[in-house]
C-alpha cells in the first residue's frame, strides 16, 4: 500500500468533494476508506494498492471529472 | 471541448450577462420581443453549456451534484419556454460561482501565506566541492547546505561553518534576530537576515519543525467536527432527495413550473460550506497571531470552556527562582557568604543555584564532610567551622539558636511565600534567604481577560507547598489552588472536574505533566521544546507565549459563534424559500437562485470576518 497525496486546483463548490471522490472511489485497487477530500487545502489524500493501479491512474480519473491535477506525492505506508 | 468550455467560464458569465442585458433593453425600450426572445435563449444555451459539462460528469461517477439539478431545471424551463428564467438562473448560478471562488480564496489566504513561507530550494554541496542549486525535496539528512544572506534556511539543522543573525520569527514569533556560530540550531522556514553560514541538515521536508506547523494548520483546516460530518451524510442524500420530490410533485401537479422551482431552491450550498469556511477563517486568524488550533473540535471545546488548570512552576512563573531578600546576623557578612557559596557549588538544588547566583563572584573554599540531609540540606565543614544550610527542620535538628528577630524575620519572609534558606555556622543562624519564584510578567492581566471572557474557575496545581501555592494564587487572582500535588493528583484532579460535566483546560509544561495535557479537553503545553509542545498541545502557542491565551479563547469563542451564525443562515434560507414557494406567489426559479447564490456568499463574507478578528479588552 502507498499514500498518494494529490494537490488539486483550487476546490470551491461543495459538490467538487462528491464528485472527486466518487471518481477515486470506482478504481480498482484503492482503499475506499482511505479516500480523504479536502475542501479547504484543496487536496486529496488515498492509500492505494502499487500492484493494481498507479498514481497517474487516479490523475487520470479525476482529470475525468473535471478538475485539475496540479502536483502529487507518493509515499509509502 | 469539454475541457476548452470550462475553461472559458469567466467569459461566458461575461457575455451571457451581456446578453440578458440586451435582452431587457429591447424588451422594455425598444419594445423588440423578438430580440429579447433570442438573446435570452443565446444566454440560456450559453451558460448552461459549462453547467451540464460539470453535470455530465458527476452523473458518470454517480453523484448527483447540484449541477445536476440546475441543469435539470434549466433543461425544464427551456422546454415550458420560459427562456427568461432559464438565461438569468444559469447566469446567476455562474456568476454565484465566480464570487464565492473569489471569497473562498480570501478566506483562505491567512493559511496560504503560512504554507508559502515553506522553503524551495537549497544550495547543496555536490561532488566537485561546489554548490548547487536543488529543490528542497532532493535535501536529505546529512547533506550540507549553504544558505546565503536573505535566504530562507532549508531544512533542520546545525552550523558547522560561518556566521549570521537568523529571524525565527516564523517558528518562535520572535521576530528578534538569533546569534548563530558553529554548533548553532537552524530551523527551516526562518530567514538569514545577514552573514552566510553552512549547515549540516539534521532533519527535512515534514520531520523539520516549520514542516510539522505546516502540516498541523493544513489537517486542521480541514478537520470535520461530528457535526459536520453529519452534514456532509445529510447531503449526500439531500441532493438526490430534491431531484426525487421534484418529479413527485411534477408527477401530482403535471406543474413544470413548481418542479423546477423546487429544484433551484432545493441546492444544498450555505449548509455545506459555512462551517468550514468558519473554520479555515478562524484557523488562519490564529496561524497569523501565533496560535496554532488543531482543528474544529478543538475549537468547539475551547470556546465552550468552563475551567482552566495551571501548572505553576514554569507556567504562572518563569521557572527560575532567584534571591528576594536577604538577612545577616553577623559583622563577618563577607566570609560567611563565601562559605555558603562553597557548600552550594557543590549542590544541583535549583535553590542553591539561586543562591550562588545572588552571592555573584567570591573566594572559593574548601569543603569537607559533606553530608545531605534529605528534605533538610545540607551540612559540611569549612574552614574549620561546621556550616549547616537548608530549612528550619534542618536548624531545629541541628539545635541551632535561633534570637527573637530572626525569629519575627523568618515568619514574615514565609508570609510573603519565599522558600528558606537558612545558614547556621557553628551552631548560630548567621544569614537568612528568602527565595522566590518570578511570576512571568503580564501574567496576572492575562488571566483576568481569560476571566473577562467567562472562564469561570482558574486553578493552579503544583508540587510546592501550600502557602506558596495560596500567595501565588492570591496575587494572580486565581479561583482555587492546591499545593503538594504529585502528576497523579493533579490527572486525578482534573477527572474529578470533568467527572462534574465540566471542560477543562491544562496548560502545563508539556514533560512531567504529559498525562494531564493528554486527559484535559484542551492540552496547551508552554514547553520550551516546540516539538513536545506541537505534539502534545491541542492549542500550540508559539514561543510558549503565555499572552496569546486570551486571543486564543477569544477567537476560538468567535469563531464557534460565527459557525453557528452560518448554520443558521444557511438552514434559514432554505425554510423560507420553501415556504414561500408554497405560500407565495411571487417566488420563481431567478429569485430562487439569486437567494441561493446570496446565502453563500452571506456565510462566505460572514467568515471573512473572523480574519480580522481582534481580542477587544
Known amino acids: 500500500m502507498k499514500q498518494a497525496t494529490i494537490q488539486l486546483e483550487t476546490l470551491t463548490c461543495p459538490s467538487c468533494m462528491l464528485k472527486i471522490e466518487g471518481a477515486v472511489k470506482s478504481l480498482d485497487?484503492?482503499?475506499?476508506?482511505?479516500?480523504?477530500?479536502?475542501?479547504?487545502?484543496?487536496?486529496?489524500?488515498v492509500n492505494f494498492d502499487e500492484d493494481k493501479i498507479s498514481v497517474e491512474d487516479i490523475e487520470a480519473a479525476i482529470d475525468k471529472v473535471g478538475y485539475e491535477v496540479k502536483k502529487s506525492r507518493v509515499k509509502a505506508l | 471541448m469539454q475541457r476548452y468550455i470550462l475553461g472559458k467560464k469567466n467569459q461566458i458569465t461575461v457575455f451571457s450577462g451581456v446578453l440578458i442585458g440586451i435582452a431587457f433593453v429591447s424588451k422594455l425600450i425598444l419594445n423588440n420581443l423578438e430580440i429579447f426572445t433570442w438573446s435570452l435563449v443565446l444566454a440560456s444555451i450559453l451558460g448552461a453549456a459549462p453547467i451540464a459539462i460539470q453535470a455530465y460528469q458527476a452523473m458518470r461517477v454517480k453523484v448527483v451534484s447540484i449541477d445536476v439539478l440546475v441543469t435539470i431545471a434549466v433543461l425544464g424551463a427551456f422546454l415550458i419556454r420560459n427562456f427568461e428564467e432559464s438565461a438569468i438562473v444559469t447566469f446567476l448560478?455562474?456568476?454565484?460561482?465566480?464570487?464565492?471562488?473569489?471569497?473562498?480564496?480570501?478566506?483562505?489566504?491567512?493559511?496560504?501565506?503560512?504554507?508559502?513561507?515553506?522553503?524551495?530550494?537549497?544550495?547543496?554541496?555536490?561532488?566537485?566541492?561546489?554548490?548547487?542549486?536543488?529543490?528542497?525535496?532532493?535535501?536529505?539528512?546529512?547533506?550540507?547546505?549553504?544558505?546565503?544572506?536573505?535566504?530562507?534556511?532549508?531544512?533542520?539543522?546545525?552550523?558547522i561553518s560561518g556566521e549570521g543573525h537568523i529571524n525565527e520569527a516564523s517558528i518562535t514569533g520572535e521576530s528578534l534576530p538569533v546569534t548563530k556560530t558553529r554548533d548553532s540550531g537552524v530551523y527551516a522556514g526562518t530567514i538569514l537576515e545577514n552573514g552566510t553560514i553552512q549547515i549540516v541538515a539534521d532533519r527535512v521536508g515534514e520531520d523539520t519543525t516549520f514542516g510539522k506547523i505546516i502540516e498541523l494548520v493544513e489537517e486542521a483546516q480541514d478537520s470535520k467536527s461530528e457535526a459536520e460530518r453529519f452534514i456532509d451524510r445529510f447531503s449526500k442524500y439531500y441532493t438526490p432527495g430534491v431531484l426525487v420530490i421534484a418529479f413527485i410533485v411534477w408527477l401530482f401537479s403535471k406543474n413544470i413550473e413548481l418542479a423546477i422551482t423546487?429544484?433551484?431552491?432545493?441546492?444544498?450550498?450555505?449548509?455545506?460550506?459555512?462551517?468550514?469556511?468558519?473554520?479555515?477563517?478562524?484557523?488562519?486568524?490564529?496561524?497569523?497571531?501565533?496560535i496554532l488550533l488543531k482543528g474544529s473540535e478543538v475549537i468547539g471545546d475551547f470556546s465552550r470552556l468552563d475551567t482552566m488548570v495551571f501548572d505553576k512552576t514554569g507556567t504562572l512563573t518563569i521557572g527560575n527562582p532567584k534571591v528576594g531578600e536577604v538577612e545577616i546576623y553577623t559583622d563577618n557578612e563577607e566570609e560567611v557568604l563565601a562559605y555558603l557559596a562553597s557548600v552550594e557549588r557543590e549542590s544541583d538544588h535549583p535553590l542553591g543555584k539561586a543562591v550562588i547566583e545572588h552571592?555573584?563572584?567570591?573566594?572559593?573554599?574548601?569543603?569537607?564532610?559533606?553530608?545531605?540531609?534529605?528534605g533538610g540540606g545540607i551540612i559540611a565543614e569549612v574552614d574549620g567551622h561546621r556550616l549547616a544550610v537548608?530549612?528550619?527542620?534542618?536548624?531545629?535538628?541541628?539545635?541551632?539558636?535561633?534570637g527573637e528577630k530572626?525569629?519575627?524575620d523568618i515568619k514574615s519572609l514565609e508570609e510573603k511565600g519565599n522558600s528558606l534558606v537558612l545558614t547556621a555556622v557553628d551552631g548560630e543562624l548567621k544569614v537568612l534567604m528568602g527565595i522566590k519564584d518570578q511570576i512571568r510578567p503580564g501574567v496576572k492581566e492575562d488571566l483576568q481577560r481569560l476571566k473577562r471572557l467567562g472562564v469561570k474557575n482558574l486553578v493552579v496545581l503544583s508540587g510546592d507547598n501550600q502557602g506558596t501555592v495560596d500567595l501565588v494564587a492570591k496575587e494572580l487572582g486565581l479561583t482555587e489552588a492546591h499545593g503538594?500535588?504529585?502528576?497523579?493528583?493533579?490527572?486525578?484532579?482534573?477527572?474529578?472536574?470533568?467527572?462534574k460535566g465540566q471542560i477543562v483546560a491544562f496548560v502545563g509544561d508539556g514533560v512531567n505533566d504529559s498525562p494531564s495535557l493528554a486527559l484535559a479537553e484542551i492540552g496547551i503545553a508552554m514547553g520550551s521544546g516546540t516539538d513536545v509542545a506541537i505534539e502534545?498541545?491541542?492549542?500550540?502557542?508559539?514561543?510558549?507565549?503565555?499572552?496569546?491565551?486570551?486571543?486564543?479563547?477569544?477567537?476560538?469563542?468567535?469563531?464557534?459563534?460565527?459557525?453557528?451564525?452560518?448554520?443558521?443562515?444557511?438552514?434559514?434560507?432554505?425554510?423560507?424559500?420553501l415556504l414561500s414557494v408554497l405560500f407565495s406567489d411571487w417566488m420563481n426559479m431567478s429569485i430562487g437562485m439569486l437567494v441561493h447564490e446570496g446565502s453563500i456568499l452571506a456565510v462566505i463574507l460572514n467568515g471573512m470576518r473572523l480574519l480580522s478578528y481582534r481580542l477587544r479588552y
Open chain 2, 390 to 402: 537548608g530549612n528550619m527542620a534542618l536548624m531545629e535538628e541541628e539545635d541551632v539558636k535561633i
Open chain 2, 93 to 159: 448560478f455562474l456568476f454565484g460561482a465566480y464570487l464565492e471562488l473569489r471569497t473562498l480564496n480570501k478566506t483562505r489566504s491567512a493559511i496560504k501565506e503560512l504554507t508559502e513561507m515553506a522553503p524551495e530550494s537549497a544550495l547543496k554541496l555536490i561532488e566537485n566541492g561546489e554548490f548547487e542549486e536543488v529543490e528542497v525535496d532532493e535535501v536529505d539528512v546529512g547533506d550540507i547546505l549553504l544558505v546565503k544572506t536573505g535566504a530562507k534556511v532549508p531544512v533542520d539543522g546545525r552550523v
Open chain 2, 359 to 374: 552571592i555573584g563572584d567570591t573566594k572559593y573554599y574548601d569543603v569537607e564532610k559533606t553530608e545531605v540531609v534529605k
Open chain 2, 406 to 408: 530572626s525569629y519575627e
Open chain 1, 29 to 45: 485497487g484503492i482503499d475506499v476508506d482511505s479516500i480523504n477530500v479536502a475542501f479547504n487545502s484543496s487536496r486529496l489524500k
Open chain 2, 536 to 577: 502534545t498541545s491541542d492549542v500550540v502557542l508559539m514561543n510558549s507565549d503565555f499572552s496569546r491565551l486570551p486571543h486564543a479563547l477569544g477567537l476560538t469563542k468567535a469563531t464557534a459563534r460565527n459557525m453557528r451564525q452560518n448554520i443558521v443562515i444557511a438552514v434559514g434560507v432554505v425554510i423560507i424559500l
Open chain 2, 484 to 499: 503538594h500535588m504529585l502528576p497523579e493528583d493533579k490527572s486525578q484532579y482534573i477527572k474529578d472536574l470533568q467527572a
Open chain 2, 262 to 290: 423546487i429544484l433551484v431552491l432545493g441546492c444544498p450550498g450555505a449548509l455545506v460550506i459555512g462551517v468550514p469556511v468558519s473554520n479555515v477563517a478562524g484557523i488562519g486568524n490564529g496561524a497569523k497571531h501565533g
